[in-house]
């Protein structure tokens, strides 16, 4: 039978351009193919460039058969926004030329990624809580962030997830959902399981693939040889699952594994050993001290860090709601509670190091805060200033699908934002500046040096700049005051000045 296809194109409320066309339909599925022009079209661009201007297209399918002499009704009907960008993945400033792009353009402009890894809203999945999913999206629109990994040992997101994401702004890595999780690295080659995962694929890529905020579609996460190397697509199910994404979104970007090597680790004893392998990197999670952590992210030479945290315990709300009062010290990990609730980012032990003689709750939560925060804020700052020699920087993890009593993640069960939140933020910012040094504590030290540098996102180069570096005491006294007339450059990191004192 003959039908008409009737396309229609909105840009807020308004038509912009229609489509009739005539269609020979036969038994089963039949394609048809129909292209409209938008002309100087309004373009989607991601938070921090610009607005996500989003289309809408309605497609009516009626057929020609009369019912009492009348033209039958519309046969089906659908609705579906769309944005209009170009996405493209270029090489970051490095000398090896093995290394994956890792710098992505969003309609021909350089953006570098402020994100974080994202992880299934509620451990029940099932149920649609589309509040918590409004408040954490916008919680991380208002931190300034332009890109959420959907990590690969958690779900393929619901079409509202996506949806927001696009009217947000925010761009979305998505993984197949293959993971590692230090049990198993290396994928299955049975036969049986590949066909399986291309069969989830074709079905999962045709549902999303219209959605503007969906910029990189990922293996799996973690995904390792025997000898602890990231796989690529010589891996059976990996190569298999890049055919179905080149089939089926030829224009996404395509990384087999998070991180995607040519090392696994960001530890000091890769940066010894290949400098310049630390592509796409993983790690660590934790805390490591306060002079180690600065020494490690002083010595960072990743071109893109995927997953990284600092732990911290959760907040007062949560502990109370969840724990009850008799059980609620000591929080470490001898108390079986706390033990179960999340022994592995359990840092009581370094809090009593750094701190020392903690003996309540309330001064507890203060300080392991206090460290996470600034431990994060430290690490992601790191990153920021090697731009474009380092084109993103993913924090593992924004939100939590369970009560833990100690977590990495920025916000707690309940949605709530832990002071980490807001330390990522603010070097989120479109233009922030920072200083590198090299340890968090200087009892017994004489002098005191920071490199200070400022991170710009904007198209915009600032001239004329007075920066004003103080030492100040916890009193407010200020022990040391120097100033420097500099310049900001556009779209890039800037290395201003270097403050020491006597």
Same mark, same amino acid.
């Given at each position: 039978?003959?039908?008409?296809?009737?396309?229609?194109?909105?840009?807020?409320?308004?038509?912009?351009?229609?489509?009739?066309?005539?269609?020979?339909?036969?038994?089963?599925?039949?394609?048809?193919?129909?292209?409209?022009?938008?002309?100087?079209?309004?373009?989607?661009?991601?938070?921090?460039?610009?607005?996500? +201007?989003?289309?809408?297209?309605?497609?009516?399918?009626?057929?020609?058969?009369?019912?009492?002499?009348?033209?039958?009704?519309?046969?089906?009907?659908?609705?579906?926004?769309?944005?209009?960008?170009?996405?493209?993945?270029?090489?970051?400033?490095?000398?090896?030329?093995?290394?994956?792009?890792?710098?992505?353009?969003?309609?021909?402009?350089?953006?570098?990624?402020?994100?974080?890894?994202?992880?299934?809203?509620?451990?029940?999945?099932?149920?649609?809580?589309?509040?918590?999913?409004?408040?954490?999206?916008?919680?991380?629109?208002?931190?300034?962030?332009?890109?959420?990994?959907?990590?690969?040992?958690?779900?393929?997101?619901?079409?509202?997830?996506?949806?927001?994401?696009?009217?947000?702004?925010?761009?979305?890595?998505?993984?197949?959902?293959?993971?590692?999780?230090?049990?198993?690295?290396?994928?299955?080659?049975?036969?049986?399981?590949?066909?399986?995962?291309?069969?989830?694929?074709?079905?999962?890529?045709?549902?999303?693939? +219209?959605?503007?905020?969906?910029?990189?579609?990922?293996?799996?996460?973690?995904?390792?040889?025997?000898?602890?190397?990231?796989?690529?697509?010589?891996?059976?199910?990996?190569?298999?699952?890049?055919?179905?994404?080149?089939?089926?979104?030829?224009?996404?970007?395509?990384?087999?594994?998070?991180?995607?090597?040519?090392?696994?680790?960001?530890?000091?004893?890769?940066?010894?050993?290949?400098?310049?392998?630390?592509?796409?990197?993983?790690?660590?999670?934790?805390?490591?001290?306060?002079?180690?952590?600065?020494?490690?992210?002083?010595?960072?030479?990743?071109?893109?860090?995927? /997953?990284?945290?600092?732990?911290?315990?959760?907040?007062?709300?949560?502990?109370?709601?969840?724990?009850?009062?008799?059980?609620?010290?000591?929080?470490?990990?001898?108390?079986?509670?706390?033990?179960?609730?999340?022994?592995?980012?359990?840092?009581?032990?370094?809090?009593?190091?750094?701190?020392?003689?903690?003996?309540?709750?309330?001064?507890?939560?203060?300080?392991?805060?206090?460290?996470?925060?600034?431990?994060?804020?430290?690490?992601?700052?790191? +990153?920021?200033?090697?731009?474009?020699?380092?084109?993103?920087?993913?924090?593992?993890?924004?939100?939590?699908?369970?009560?833990?009593?100690?977590?990495?993640?920025?916000?707690?069960?309940?949605? /709530?934002?832990?002071?980490?939140?807001?330390?990522?933020?603010?070097?989120?910012?479109?233009?922030?500046?920072?200083?590198?040094?090299?340890?968090?504590?200087?009892?017994?030290?004489?002098?005191?040096?920071?490199?200070?540098?400022?991170?710009?996102?904007?198209?915009?180069?600032?001239?004329?700049?007075?920066?004003?570096?103080?030492?100040?005491?916890?009193?407010?006294?200020?022990?040391?005051?120097?100033?420097?007339?500099?310049?900001?450059?556009?779209?890039?990191?800037?290395?201003?000045?270097?403050?020491?004192?006597?």
């Amino acid at each position: 039978s003959n039908v008409d296809l009737e396309a229609v194109i909105y840009y807020e409320g308004r038509e912009i351009t229609r489509l009739r066309t005539n269609h020979e339909l036969t038994l089963g599925q039949t394609i048809m193919n129909s292209s409209l022009t938008i002309e100087q079209p309004n373009l989607w661009w991601p938070i921090g460039l610009g607005e996500a +201007n989003q289309y809408q297209v309605r497609v009516t399918v009626s057929d020609h058969i009369l019912v009492k002499g009348e033209p039958s009704p519309t046969s089906d009907e659908a609705i579906i926004e769309f944005g209009i960008r170009h996405i493209e993945w270029v090489e970051n400033e490095t000398v090896d030329r093995t290394a994956l792009p890792y710098t992505i353009k969003v309609n021909g402009e350089k953006v570098y990624i402020k994100g974080w890894n994202w992880v299934p809203m509620d451990a029940m999945y099932g149920v649609e809580q589309p509040q918590k999913l409004e408040r954490l999206l916008t919680l991380a629109k208002h931190a300034n962030v332009n890109m959420l990994r959907v990590w690969g040992g958690g779900l393929i997101e619901k079409d509202a997830f996506y949806k927001l994401c696009s009217r947000l702004g925010l761009m979305v890595w998505q993984e197949f959902i293959q993971s590692s999780s230090g049990i198993e690295n290396k994928p299955s080659i049975d036969p049986s399981f590949i066909n399986m995962m291309v069969n989830e694929a074709e079905n999962i890529i045709p549902g999303r693939r +219209n959605y503007p905020s969906l910029v990189l579609w990922g293996g799996g996460n973690e995904l390792q040889n025997h000898a602890g190397q990231p796989l690529d697509n010589d891996e059976p199910v990996l190569g298999a699952l890049a055919e179905v994404v080149k089939r089926l979104d030829p224009n996404r970007y395509w990384l087999p594994t998070s991180p995607s090597g040519r090392r696994f680790s960001n530890n000091l004893e890769n940066i010894k050993e290949d400098p310049t392998g630390l592509h796409d990197v993983h790690g660590p999670w934790e805390h490591q001290g306060l002079t180690a952590q600065y020494t490690l992210y002083n010595r960072g030479t990743s071109l893109f860090h995927s /997953e990284f945290g600092v732990e911290g315990i959760t907040n007062p709300k949560v502990i109370n709601k969840t724990i009850a009062k008799e059980n609620q010290w000591p929080a470490s990990k001898d108390n079986p509670i706390y033990f179960h609730r999340g022994s592995w980012w359990n840092n009581e032990t370094l809090v009593q190091e750094a701190f020392g003689g903690l003996q309540n709750l309330g001064e507890l939560v203060q300080a392991s805060q206090f460290l996470q925060a600034e431990g994060l804020r430290y690490a992601v700052e790191s +990153n920021l200033r090697r731009q474009y020699q380092n084109s993103g920087t993913l924090p593992w993890q924004f939100n939590e699908p369970f009560p833990n009593a100690y977590c990495t993640s920025a916000l707690d069960y309940y949605a /709530e934002p832990k002071p980490v939140y807001y330390a990522v933020k603010r070097a989120y910012e479109p233009v922030h500046v920072t200083a590198s040094f090299n340890s968090q504590v200087w009892e017994g030290l004489q002098k005191f040096e920071a490199e200070v540098w400022s991170v710009n996102a904007t198209a915009l180069r600032i001239d004329n700049v007075t920066i004003v570096m103080r030492i100040v005491g916890g009193s407010g006294e200020v022990y040391w005051q120097q100033s420097a007339s500099v310049q900001v450059l556009a779209n890039g990191a800037t290395r201003l000045a270097v403050g020491s004192t006597p």
